[in-house]
């Protein structure tokens, strides 16, 4: 049984959330891109000191990218929690932009589709 930080059922069973806690905030956009990148179709990860990406190849034209967010990019300090609205597909794309440097990258038309994804502790418990 897997269930998340602030799962209902995680607390009505009474499971606590044991071992390493992660907690990333990655953006996901899917685009058609404009770049000078020479591996832009290729699976790829980009670690730099402004950032980190990860390029996954789509259908036709289409690039989805993984762009690590920072908390200050999308948490809320006075709550602690994420707040969707300090972040859209176009500032992902300027923080990605800095993970790509010295290469340009830009979209090519429309941003295709976008979200955030939180990745948090899990909990699990076995039977035995």
Same mark, same amino acid.
């Given at each position: 049984?897997?269930?998340?930080?602030?799962?209902?059922?995680?607390?009505?069973?009474?499971?606590?959330?044991?071992?390493?806690?992660?907690?990333?905030?990655?953006?996901?956009?899917?685009?058609?891109?404009?770049?000078?990148?020479?591996?832009?179709?290729?699976?790829? +990860?980009?670690? %730099?000191?402004?950032?980190?990406?990860?390029?996954?190849?789509? *259908?036709? @034209?289409?690039?989805? &990218? !993984? /762009?690590?967010?920072?908390?200050?990019?999308?948490?809320?300090?006075?709550?602690?929690?994420?707040?969707?609205?300090?972040?859209?597909?176009?500032?992902?794309?300027?923080? +990605?932009?800095? %993970?790509?440097?010295?290469?340009?990258?830009?979209?090519?038309? *429309?941003? @295709?589709?976008?979200? &955030? !994804? /939180?990745?948090?502790?899990?909990?699990?418990?076995?039977?035995?």
């Amino acid at each position: 049984l897997y269930v998340g930080a602030h799962s209902w059922v995680r607390k009505t069973l009474g499971i606590t959330l044991d071992g390493e806690q992660t907690n990333y905030i990655w953006g996901v956009v899917d685009m058609v891109p404009d770049t000078d990148f020479p591996d832009i179709r290729c699976k790829c +990860a980009i670690h %730099s000191n402004n950032g980190s990406c990860m390029i996954i190849p789509r *259908e036709g @034209d289409l690039i989805r &990218l !993984y /762009i690590q967010l920072s908390d200050r990019d999308v948490v809320d300090p006075t709550t602690g929690r994420v707040d969707k609205s300090k972040m859209g597909p176009e500032k992902l794309l300027e923080v +990605a932009k800095k %993970s790509f440097h010295p290469f340009e990258i830009s979209k090519s038309g *429309e941003i @295709d589709w976008w979200t &955030l !994804y /939180i990745s948090e502790s899990i909990a699990s418990m076995l039977h035995s």
